[in-house]
T-cell receptor, first 114, second 114 residues
Framework: DVKVTQSSRYLVKRTGEKVFLECVQD?????MFWYRQDPGLGLRLIYF???????EKGDIPEGYSVSREKKERFSLILESASTNQTSMYLC?????????????FGDGTRLSIL | AQTVTQSQPEMSVQEAETVTLSCTYD???????LFWYKQPPSRQMILVIR??????QNATENRFSVNFQKAAKSFSLKISDSQLGDAAMYFC???????????FGKGTRLHILP
């Protein structure tokens, strides 16, 4: 089974802090994604990466950056956390044998910015 | 720009009954994939069913089936013989084949009434 692991289930940080959310997948998938999930808004794509050191902006990249130094790890960075970044963050990767390949999601990180 | 619309924010169905969740999308692409994902209260998103746009035959996975109407850009999910474990948030997703960009709908919360 594919495993997508997010480093923290819950995280509380203060305004202005630099925040790192880590995501690791164990199936050598090339494509990885970061979403935020807010009630009534569904999942919104922040950034995605289709290979090491490659990244593409999603629909709401402002205030975020990403890092993909190794294929298995995709990090989301909040450069200077703000209260409007309080949200559930979901990481996903695409892969698998059966086509079309589905996304595999992590358990999510509920981030609160105080 | 692509959009995915789930017009029913919340639905309820009696256990053992059949329910249909609607999803429409807008795209100018001809080659894409469509997915339904389920997010139970435990939060991890899991794949329910997938459809390739070039396949006219509707996908089926046990009690789950879709009604894919490409011309109408409609992709509804039918759940037969509803079970308590089907209670979850359901997300419709569109994925563009050429670059894997994915757009999610805002979700439909499904309640199963015993």
């Amino acid at each position: 089974d594919v495993k997508v692991t997010q480093s923290s289930r819950y995280l509380v940080k203060r305004t202005g802090e630099k925040v790192f959310l880590e995501c690791v997948q164990d199936m050598d998938h090339e494509n990885m994604f970061w979403y935020r999930q807010d009630p009534g808004l569904g999942l919104r794509l922040i950034y995605f990466s289709y290979d090491v050191k490659m990244k593409e902006k999603g629909d709401i990249p402002e205030g975020y950056s990403v890092s993909r130094e190794k294929k298995e790890r995709f990090s989301l960075i909040l450069e200077s956390a703000s209260t409007n970044q309080t949200s559930m963050y979901l990481c996903a990767s695409i892969g698998g044998i059966q086509k079309p390949q589905p996304q595999h999601f992590g358990d999510g990180t509920r981030l609160s910015i105080l | 720009a692509q959009t995915v619309t789930q017009s029913q924010p919340e639905m309820s169905v009696q256990e053992a009954e059949t329910v249909t969740l609607s999803c429409t999308y807008d795209t100018s692409e001809s080659d894409y994939y469509l997915f339904w994902y389920k997010q139970p209260p435990s939060r991890q998103m899991i794949l329910v069913i997938r459809q390739e746009a070039y396949k006219q035959q509707n996908a089926t996975e046990n009690r789950f089936s879709v009604n894919f109407q490409k011309a109408a850009k409609s992709f509804s999910l039918k759940i037969s013989d509803s079970q308590l474990g089907d209670a979850a948030m359901y997300f419709c997703a569109y994925r563009r084949r050429r670059d894997d960009k994915i757009i999610f709908g805002k979700g439909t919360r499904l309640h199963i009434l015993p």
